[in-house]
């Protein structure tokens, strides 16, 4: 489907929001498993027996080679940690990304956490600048006319809070696979994005870092690290667009809660 938008239908896109529930309680569990001395292979292992036991598959287990069920990144680590044997530790900063597949549709979504108490105010900040910005996007697509206007949304929070997003990593479309067209920034970039239209499944994820929007790539050819070792944090949803509005397909009120306030309600398709 690359160069082609794949609009959904409305029954598809509950299949989807079944998927993203799925997700969502996967995460919760990794998350819980997150504890001092546990390994981010405990969280690995947490998020897939959950998304076994609701009898969905996962979508990040052998994508391109990758050899986990989540993504656990820790500190510099921005995003695609391979979980493994590192511990982790009081203070440390967490970012999870996992999805899952039901009846062939694809739901994905990560989120940030602090361990235990914080090493630094400027870290509890950043996750919470991270997430902002992540339904700060959310909102504005409810009624963005070009993919675009979510990016600049996204950007201002980041912007505002001196913070910069992660250059050359970006959201997505999402639907029959897990990353699809069109590509979602977390920043302005020049010329015409694509129109947004009903029956489109977005995969919005800012990845904010502290210092430089620099990284690179560790040797074991996933694990993406902020160039100056500075901090990270990932938030992501995937969001539905249907004729009536906007509906968070990986949260169970449809995003509900964090939408009140920035004047959204979220239409179930």
Same mark, same amino acid.
């Given at each position: 489907?690359?160069?082609?938008?794949?609009?959904?239908?409305?029954?598809?896109?509950?299949?989807?929001?079944?998927?993203?529930?799925?997700?969502?309680?996967?995460?919760?569990?990794?998350? /819980? %498993?997150?504890?001092?001395?546990?390994?981010?292979? =405990?969280?690995?292992? &947490?998020?897939?027996? $959950?998304?076994? #036991? *609701? @009898?969905?598959?996962?979508?990040?287990?052998?994508?391109?080679?990758?050899?986990?069920?989540?993504?656990?990144?820790?500190?510099?680590?921005?995003?695609?940690?391979?979980?493994?044997?590192?511990?982790?530790?009081?203070?440390?900063?967490?970012?999870?990304?996992?999805?899952?597949?039901?009846?062939?549709?694809?739901?994905?979504?990560?989120?940030?956490?602090?361990?235990?108490?914080?090493?630094?105010?400027?870290?509890?900040?950043?996750?919470?600048?991270?997430?902002?910005?992540?339904?700060?996007?959310? /909102? %504005?697509?409810?009624?963005?006319?070009?993919?675009? =206007?979510?990016?600049? &949304?996204?950007?201002? $929070?980041?912007? #505002? *809070? @001196?913070?910069?997003?992660?250059?050359?990593?970006?959201?997505?479309?999402?639907?029959?696979?897990?990353?699809?067209?069109?590509?979602?920034?977390?920043?302005?970039?020049?010329?015409?994005?694509?129109?947004?239209?009903?029956?489109?499944?977005?995969?919005?994820?800012?990845?904010?870092?502290?210092?430089?929007?620099?990284?690179?790539?560790?040797?074991?050819?996933?694990?993406?690290?902020?160039?100056?070792?500075?901090?990270?944090?990932?938030?992501?949803?995937?969001?539905?667009?249907?004729?009536?509005?906007?509906?968070?397909?990986?949260?169970?009120?449809?995003?509900?809660?964090?939408? &009140?306030?920035?004047? $959204?309600?979220?239409? *179930?398709?």
């Amino acid at each position: 489907m690359a160069g082609r938008i794949e609009l959904k239908t409305r029954e598809e896109m509950r299949v989807m929001a079944q998927a993203g529930v799925i997700v969502q309680r996967a995460l919760a569990a990794a998350r /819980a %498993a997150c504890v001092p001395g546990a390994t981010t292979a =405990d969280a690995d292992t &947490a998020a897939a027996r $959950v998304i076994a #036991e *609701a @009898g969905a598959t996962s979508n990040f287990l052998g994508y391109q080679g990758f050899p986990a069920t989540a993504c656990v990144s820790v500190n510099e680590e921005v995003v695609h940690g391979i979980p493994g044997h590192r511990v982790i530790a009081e203070g440390d900063l967490v970012s999870i990304d996992c999805g899952a597949i039901v009846d062939g549709w694809h739901g994905d979504s990560a989120v940030s956490f602090i361990v235990g108490e914080p090493a630094s105010r400027a870290d509890v900040a950043l996750v919470r600048t991270t997430e902002k910005a992540l339904w700060a996007g959310i /909102a %504005a697509l409810a009624t963005a006319d070009r993919v675009s =206007d979510v990016s600049a &949304a996204i950007e201002d $929070v980041a912007d #505002e *809070a @001196g913070l910069h997003p992660l250059e050359g990593y970006v959201g997505h479309g999402i639907g029959t696979a897990m990353h699809m067209e069109p590509d979602v920034p977390n920043y302005r970039v020049r010329g015409r994005s694509p129109r947004v239209r009903p029956g489109m499944c977005l995969a919005l994820e800012p990845m904010l870092v502290i210092g430089t929007p620099d990284s690179a790539i560790l040797n074991d050819e996933w694990t993406v690290v902020s160039l100056d070792g500075s901090r990270a944090a990932h938030w992501e949803h995937s969001v539905a667009v249907h004729e009536d509005g906007i509906w968070v397909l990986t949260s169970e009120d449809g995003g509900a809660a964090k939408l &009140a306030p920035l004047g $959204v309600t979220p239409v *179930a398709p």
